[in-house]
């Protein structure tokens, strides 16, 4: 009896992560997040410079200020937040690109256009508008 009830626990605990993922982190959340305005606070210079360089290198795909489009997800997003995705993990994926894992959007390319400093000032402006819509 007992080695059944470990094969149900253990069916239950794949199937509720399994639920867990598909409904958090799909498509739909993506078009969720892109509908929903959020706020854009006042910013610092870094972070105002980083708003630049990132509707210049990263809104064609990421949409304007990080709010997700066709080609990207919203940065604006739970998934991003630093506990789960570190200020490393925006520079690695800026600098060597990321294959897709929380959405169907496709692998990110490296951006070679964007440069350390840059790279840094977006990293800001993305933190700060996390932080001002309560992804901290």
Same mark, same amino acid.
């Given at each position: ?5 470990f094969?149900?626990?253990a069916g239950a605990?794949? #199937?509720?992560?399994?639920? #867990?993922w598909?409904t958090?982190?799909d ?7 892109y509908e929903?305005s959020?706020?854009? +606070? +006042?910013?610092?210079p870094?972070?105002?410079a980083?708003?630049?360089? #990132? ?10 200020d ?5 080609g990207? +997800?919203p940065?604006i997003?739970?998934?991003?937040? +630093? ?7 925006f ?10 894992h929380?959405w169907n959007f496709g ?9 350390p400093?840059?790279?840094?000032t977006?990293?800001a402006f993305?933190r700060?508008?996390q ?6």
């Amino acid at each position: 009896m007992g080695r059944y009830a470990f094969w149900i626990l253990a069916g239950a605990l794949i #199937f509720a992560a399994w639920l #867990f993922w598909s409904t958090s982190n799909d498509q739909k959340s993506a078009r969720d997040a892109y509908e929903n305005s959020y706020v854009v +606070p +006042p910013l610092s210079p870094a972070a105002e410079a980083g708003r630049l360089a #990132f509707n210049e290198a990263c809104a064609t795909c990421h949409g304007r200020d990080g709010s997700g489009g066709a080609g990207g +997800p919203p940065l604006i997003d739970r998934i991003y937040e +630093p506990s789960h995705h570190a200020d490393d993990a925006f520079r690695l994926a800026i600098s060597q690109g990321v294959r897709a894992h929380h959405w169907n959007f496709g692998d990110m390319p490296p951006q070679p256009g964007v440069g350390p400093e840059e790279t840094e000032t977006i990293i800001a402006f993305v933190r700060a508008v996390q932080a001002a819509n309560g992804i901290e």
